[in-house]
């Protein structure tokens, strides 16, 4: 304990003792030059640069003239002093205005009459509210059935396995049915009377019954039996001499003289047909055909027409053009040229309407600038066959029809 007290007093005294006499060992501080720096401008430092410089030495020194002494300059007369300005007289000071006279009052406005009252208005009545409309009666809602009923047939007075349809109004209906005579029947011996054209009595194929409900449709629809255009009848035979036992004619019904009948006119119309269609074949002119005539372009032809034409296509391959496939037709004249305002584009596959526009310029210019002066070398026997030309310009494959 007393030896760590001894170490610190002694460095504390190390350190006053330090503070007290340190600066006693301490160096002089070095001493400083001063030079003495005066400013000049750039003409007085020309100045004394030019007397420094040796003067140049001259062959001949001419000598000076002197110079005439300038005469001086006669002295202004003095200027004669200013005589002084006579002072204004003053002003008389104007007499101060008498003082205006005061205005009469004016008479005060007599009060006007307090204004009557206006009279309250009566009271309107009450607006009386419109009776209300009857509510509407609830009509009631007539579901459809999800069937349809079965067709009731319609009444007839007859039942009979086929039915009949009902006559027209103006044929007149027979109790039983009759058989029209056919123009093949032998002539009777006995003279027959003439019977009237009539139509069977129509009949159903069940009785209906009043507790049966009507039907919406019929399962089954009966044919319209066709009217009779003319009914024949029997010719009026001479009398025989003899009376002999009547023989029976044999008769027809009248539906299957009627099919007979219209048989018989369409196979009449048949045959005009044919008869004018062989007339016409060996006594008219063939119809004229558009198909071309004379042997068609070879292989090698085309080939070398769709060459030509390539030659002058460009196609720009980073435009959307380069993408569209449009489709050409034009008229040819004899000689090989093109027919310039018959270029027209018949079809077009992919790019918008711009793209398509820009690609079938495209190939009109090529079409145009390839043909030169003379035309496209074309085989002139074969002219109805190019005639007219197509061609596909697809920046994959371009072809020719």
């Given at each position: 304990?007393?030896?760590s007290?001894?170490?610190?007093?002694?460095?504390?005294?190390?350190?006053?003792?330090?503070?007290?006499?340190?600066?006693?060992?301490?160096?002089?501080?070095?001493?400083?030059?001063?030079?003495?720096?005066?400013?000049?401008?750039?003409?007085e430092?020309?100045?004394?640069?030019?007397?420094?410089?040796?003067?140049?030495?001259?062959?001949?020194?001419e000598a000076p003239?002197?110079?005439?002494?300038p005469?001086?300059?006669?002295?202004?007369?003095?200027?004669?002093?200013?005589?002084?300005e006579?002072?204004p007289?003053?002003?008389p000071?104007?007499?101060?205005?008498?003082?205006?006279?005061?205005p009469?009052?004016?008479?005060q406005p007599?009060?006007?009459?307090?204004?009557?009252?206006?009279?309250?208005?009566?009271?309107?009545?009450?607006p009386?509210?419109?009776?209300?409309?009857p509510?509407?009666?609830?009509?009631?809602?007539?579901?459809?059935?999800?069937?349809?009923?079965?067709?009731?047939?319609?009444?007839?007075p007859r039942?009979?396995?086929?039915?009949?349809?009902?006559?027209?109004?103006?044929?007149?209906?027979?109790?039983?049915?009759?058989q029209?005579?056919?123009d093949?029947?032998?002539?009777?011996?006995?003279?027959?009377?003439?019977?009237e054209?009539?139509?069977?009595?129509e009949?159903?194929?069940e009785?209906?019954?009043?507790?049966?409900?009507?039907?919406?449709?019929?399962?089954?629809?009966?044919?319209?039996r066709?009217?009779?255009?003319?009914l024949?009848?029997?010719?009026?035979?001479?009398?025989a001499?003899?009376?002999?036992?009547?023989?029976?004619?044999?008769?027809?019904?009248?539906?299957?003289?009627a099919?007979?009948?219209?048989?018989?006119?369409?196979?009449?119309?048949?045959?005009?047909?044919?008869?004018?269609?062989?007339?016409?074949?060996?006594?008219?002119?063939?119809?004229?055909?558009?198909?071309?005539?004379?042997?068609?372009l070879?292989?090698?032809?085309?080939?070398?027409?769709?060459?030509?034409?390539?030659?002058c296509?460009?196609v720009?391959?980073?435009?959307?053009?380069?993408?569209?496939?449009v489709?050409?037709?034009?008229?040819?004249?004899?000689?090989?040229?093109?027919?310039?305002?018959s270029?027209?584009?018949?079809?077009s596959?992919?790019?918008?309407?711009a793209?398509?526009?820009?690609?079938?310029?495209?190939a009109r210019?090529?079409?145009?600038?390839?043909?030169?002066?003379?035309?496209?070398?074309?085989?002139q026997?074969?002219?109805?066959?190019?005639?007219?030309?197509?061609?596909?310009?697809?920046?994959?494959?371009m072809?020719?029809?």
């Amino acid at each position: 304990m007393r030896r760590s007290i001894l170490i610190s007093a002694g460095v504390h005294a190390l350190v006053i003792l330090w503070l007290m006499i340190g600066n006693v060992f301490r160096p002089d501080p070095p001493e400083f030059e001063v030079a003495d720096v005066s400013v000049v401008s750039e003409e007085e430092f020309a100045a004394m640069t030019r007397a420094a410089q040796a003067p140049e030495v001259t062959e001949e020194v001419e000598a000076p003239v002197a110079a005439p002494e300038p005469e001086p300059a006669p002295e202004p007369a003095p200027e004669p002093a200013p005589a002084p300005e006579p002072q204004p007289a003053p002003e008389p000071q104007p007499a101060p205005e008498p003082p205006a006279a005061e205005p009469a009052p004016e008479p005060q406005p007599e009060p006007e009459p307090a204004p009557e009252p206006a009279p309250t208005p009566a009271p309107e009545p009450e607006p009386v509210p419109d009776p209300l409309p009857p509510a509407a009666e609830e009509v009631p809602q007539v579901l459809a059935p999800n069937e349809a009923p079965r067709p009731q047939p319609r009444p007839a007075p007859r039942v009979a396995p086929d039915p009949v349809a009902p006559s027209e109004p103006d044929v007149a209906e027979a109790e039983e049915r009759q058989q029209a005579a056919s123009d093949s029947a032998e002539s009777p011996d006995v003279v027959e009377e003439e019977q009237e054209a009539t139509a069977p009595e129509e009949t159903t194929t069940e009785i209906v019954t009043e507790a049966e409900e009507p039907a919406s449709a019929p399962p089954a629809s009966v044919r319209p039996r066709p009217r009779p255009r003319d009914l024949a009848a029997a010719p009026e035979p001479e009398a025989a001499p003899e009376p002999e036992t009547p023989a029976p004619a044999p008769a027809e019904d009248p539906e299957p003289a009627a099919t007979a009948s219209s048989e018989s006119d369409t196979s009449d119309a048949v045959a005009d047909a044919i008869a004018e269609a062989l007339a016409g074949g060996g006594g008219g002119s063939p119809a004229p055909s558009d198909a071309p005539s004379g042997p068609p372009l070879t292989r090698g032809e085309q080939e070398g027409l769709r060459l030509a034409v390539q030659r002058c296509w460009l196609v720009d391959v980073g435009s959307e053009a380069a993408s569209v496939t449009v489709t050409v037709s034009m008229d040819m004249q004899p000689d090989g040229s093109v027919v310039a305002s018959s270029l027209r584009m018949t079809g077009s596959r992919g790019g918008s309407g711009a793209a398509v526009e820009t690609a079938f310029q495209a190939a009109r210019r090529a079409i145009l600038r390839c043909q030169g002066s003379e035309g496209y070398d074309l085989p002139q026997e074969k002219y109805q066959q190019w005639k007219q030309i197509e061609m596909t310009f697809n920046p994959d494959e371009m072809r020719l029809r």
